[in-house]
């Protein structure tokens, strides 16, 4: 049926019935619901009236308001109401005022409040303009009435205590029913926005469990009754669960070292979690149903939500990649180790056992002390990565102290046999001492590249000169040389590993250009800083600069 302000839904052709048989449309059901409660009214008046009063049937009148209505009735039935315009509906509640007017002609309005049933409908589901003209027509039929049967001021005053509680009816209708569909409209509005946040809410759930199954990092929600809230697809692969009985264990089983004993079915990380443990990077061994071993590294996350009961993240990283590569790095390290310490031992050997020889000249004697240390240095070096490899860190508690200016003496003995052969002077202006903080070894390691890239890149007939002033806080350690230097555009990109200066890689010495970045790394490591200046051309500066040994006896 129809509203004040809007058309109601459509529907299918047909009479009261769709074609294929389907229930009445709305507007259908809505005429014959108000029709027929009329009509149902007027026809129990009827048979009360044909039992206490038959004589009104004498009345034209009254027997032509009771066909009316019954005739709007019939027609209600019948009339397929959805092929017809809004506006014919209301034919029939202002069909039923004349009926009821008609009922009530001559008889002191007894059966006026039939009028409220019209009155009603159309205050209920009508414009203003409409439920005003049903009032004037019922105020029409009233002045009739009361005109051609005038009985005096008792009839006329039942008469205005008639129109104005129908008034008073329609004006309460009028405005419940306006309040009820803004109220509806507002309903709509509100249910239109929920299901939009709705679906936009579900739109997010969808992508965060397509960037969830995405990763291959094994991911289980657990609510804090350790009941499974959520797996992703790489912890179902992995543990073989199956998505509809998440709870019962999969077909993987854990154990806490490779081929050892299995794990506890209390002491697997999904029970600890569902028992809402928290930890962090646990290791366990996975045998999968595939038959392969995985190296697990499994932590816990406790998720706290304002608008949701508190859950565990149970985080599962395949770390098989990561230990097989470490184990290849140790086999790698140890087997380089093993090949170069037999060569080395052979070196230190033969070179100490010359040198127990007395009749070498100084000469011959300095050049072999040079190649024992050379090779005592490097054989440190090689017990220095073998340990790392393993994971093995020396102390760092106390800061090692060592003199620069012997180290770097120490160096030059080693280098200038190199800088002769190339007919490049070393000018040594160190100081006779300078005492800073930092381990012997790995600054000597910094030095020989220093020089070495001195001498490699200065041409025949070059200078370099090392120098070194020292300050309450730090020693200062210049090395320049007069080589072919640096463009300023390569300066920035020195320190990156494998990199080579345009003027480096136009010149047929050798590199690998992971000098500089160690030398750096070197420096830094033992609390001091690396500076590079450069001219194409014209020649390097390289300045370490080391903090000075007062610094620690005062720490």
Known sequence: MASARSVPPAVVAGGAQDEDGASPSSRTRSVWLLQLVLGASVVITVLLVQALEPSLFSLWSFSSGVGVVIALTAVAIVVPWHRLPRSAVAAVPFGDIVGIGLLSFGTDLRFGFFWVFPIIWIATHFALAHLVSALGAVGTLIVVDATVNASGPVTALRLIVV???????????????????????????????????????????????????????????LSADGEVLALNDTYVDLYGVERDEPQRPGGAVEYANLRGEPLPESERPFARAARGEQFDDERVWLFDTHGDWHALSVSTRRLISSDEAESTLLIVHDITALIESERARERLAATVSHELRNPLTAIIGHADLALDDPGLSPKVRDQLEVIAGAGERMQTLISEILANSRGVFKDQSAPATADASRIIASSLASFRPAAGA????????????????GDAFRLRQAFDNILSNAIKYTPAGGTIRISGETSPDDVILRFADTGIGIHPDDLARVFDPYFRAQSVRDSPTPGTGLGMGIIRTIVEEQGGSLFLDSELGVGTTVTVVLPVRAEVDAA
Request: proline share 3%.
């Open 163 to 221: 129109l104005l509680s129908l008034t008073f009816i329609a004006i309460t209708s009028f405005l419940s029913a306006r309040q009820t569909r803004a109220f509806k409209q507002l309903l709509r509005r509100q249910a239109s926005r929920l299901q939009g946040t709705l679906q936009r809410v579900s739109g997010q759930e969808r992508r965060v469990s397509q960037m969830l199954n995405g990763l291959d990092t094994g991911i289980a929600r």
């Open 422 to 437: 190339r007919r490049v002077n070393v000018i040594d202006e160190l100081p006779p001492s300078a005492e800073v903080v």
